[in-house]
């Protein structure tokens, strides 16, 4: 078997922890009435953290929705669904009363030193995992599998295009074959061969495909699923392979394994979108209608004004999941700028939709499930004060090129006054020094809509360090900051933390 730093088969069996939920409709009970009817189960491949564990419950809310709507009716091929939890001791947590749910192992982080922290690693531990268990068998009858990820939404109900021996996947245009990688390919080819045939080294058959989406018969997932995880692992312990292939590289684990067992894909152009604020008018044309799954993997970073921003920037409005890592997003999350695009507008919704159907979706107060989950403090707003951005190209440095208030605050020295009395220096490069904290300080704009009444548009700044974060309204007169008066971030509705005038 596959198992790698996990155990035996006996151990995985005994690890995997199915939890099921709502009953989900049959797979083949309406076949005989269905002539061409190939009913399918999703798999959603995540792990137990809150950044997958909210991602999950909105995209089983949406792949709910296209199989009520699906045209074909009681013939819809959506007909089975289990989320795959990899998770430490294949603990459930909570979320198995709504959304169905096969808990299984993850990888140690002791076990995932060797893959240097690459937890993507655990989908196909996890679809191994999954297929040594009577799970397997007793709770998904139907002959085909799409396997999903946690950051998809399904668009329309999708159309079961695969055959037996002929999977169905979408096409990564940045996944394509080039003579750099044939050694590579051709040295880890025979990676998940043990106990099988596989067909001779040949790079420029593998497929530019990865693990999801595809919609694949059981049969072949049994044939290529030990043999992608073992390539995974293989690729992933190589450092001349992973220079090369970078984060995608159990992608191509996938891809590769696939080309050695024998496995050719259908390929569909159109299968997902991976949209974003940068998108091209190809990529948007007939957005609506022409795609099956959005993969929200990419960020929509827009200036107020819907301009978009350029790649490694944080926007004024900043649309990017990675931003509710930690925590639950609130609901619902702001509409983008008028003027942003279309998919940037059906994705929040989306998003929105989803959460509001939740009836147990985490709020502020701590109530809902789970139970003690966080939600976040910040929207789609203010998260230009991230420290790390401050300090990039596209931070600071081009905010005081392109916002007049910037440009107008830099060197500026303030006498302020809160209990106590301090002065405050606003200098070049975002750095800032309060005379009785010390230097650790950074400012830069913050033009955020919900804190527009205290800190107005265009004449807000941040300040953060010693212990507070505020929201600085440089109140001006002929376009001059004449005064400066500061809010907690975290106590909006409070009075003024300080109020500072021009130093003499």
Not at 286 to 299: D, K, N, S, V
Not at 351 to 356: A, K, P, T, V
Request: a neutral charge; one cysteine or more.
């Amino acid at each position: 078997g596959g198992g790698g730093g996990g155990g035996g088969g006996g151990a995985l069996l005994a690890a995997a922890t199915p939890a099921m939920g709502a009953a989900v409709a049959a797979a083949s009970g309406a076949a005989t009435f269905c002539p061409g009817r190939k009913p399918y189960h999703t798999i959603l491949t995540a792990t137990g953290q809150i950044y997958q564990q909210w991602q999950c419950r909105v995209m089983y809310k949406h792949w709910q929705k296209q199989r009520d709507l699906d045209p074909k009716g009681a013939c819809t091929e959506l007909t089975g669904f289990t989320r795959l939890v990899a998770s430490v001791g294949a603990r459930s947590d909570g979320v198995e009363e709504e959304v169905p749910s096969l808990f299984v192992k993850e990888y140690s982080g002791a076990e995932l030193n060797q893959f240097h922290g690459y937890r993507v690693i655990n989908r196909p531990y996890s679809i191994v995992q999954l297929m040594a268990t009577g799970y397997w068998k007793d709770h998904i009858p139907e002959e085909y599998v799409l396997i999903a990820e946690t950051d998809h939404i399904i668009m329309h109900a999708i159309p079961n295009t695969a055959d037996l021996g002929s999977p169905a996947a979408y096409v990564f245009n940045y996944m394509g074959i080039n003579n750099d990688f044939e050694e590579i390919i051709h040295r880890h080819w025979r990676a998940g061969c043990a106990g099988r045939t596989c067909t001779e080294p040949a790079f420029k058959t593998v497929q530019p495909i990865g693990p999801s989406p595809v919609i694949i018969h059981k049969a072949d997932l049994e044939k290529v699923g030990v043999a992608w995880h073992e390539t995974a692992k293989a690729l992933k312990t190589d450092p001349h392979a992973e220079g090369k292939l970078g984060w995608v590289i159990e992608m191509w684990g996938y891809a590769i394994a696939s080309a050695a067992v024998g496995l050719r894909h259908k390929l569909f152009d159109d299968f997902q979108v991976e949209p974003g604020a940068l998108s091209s008018k190809r990529q948007l044309d007939r957005f609506t209608e022409r795609y099956w799954i959005l993969h929200y993997t990419y960020q929509f970073e827009y200036y107020l004004d819907a301009t978009p921003c350029r790649p490694w920037m944080i926007g004024e409005y900043s649309l990017d999941k990675r931003h509710f890592s930690d925590a639950y997003p609130p609901r619902p999350l702001p509409l983008p700028p008028a003027g942003a695009n279309v998919a940037a507008f059906w994705l929040v919704n989306a998003i929105n939709e989803g959460m509001q159907n939740i009836s147990e979706w985490p709020i502020p107060d701590r109530k809902g499930k789970p139970m003690g989950a966080r939600v976040a403090g910040q929207s789609v707003y203010g998260r230009r004060r991230a420290p790390w951005f401050g300090r990039h190209d596209n931070g600071f440095k081009t905010e005081m090129k392109i916002m007049p208030l910037i440009a107008g605050l830099i060197g500026s020295k303030w006498s302020c006054k809160d209990s106590g009395a301090f002065t405050l220096d606003l200098l070049d490069g975002g750095d800032a020094r309060h005379s009785l904290k010390g230097g650790n300080f950074r400012w830069a704009s913050m033009n955020n809509p919900e804190i527009a009444k205290h800190c107005p548009i265009g004449a807000c700044f941040y300040l953060d360090g010693g212990g507070f974060a505020a929201d600085v309204h440089a109140v001006q007169a002929g376009g001059v900051s004449t005064q400066l008066v500061g809010y907690d971030d975290r106590m909006r509705d409070e009075p003024a933390l300080f109020t500072c005038d021009k130093a003499a």
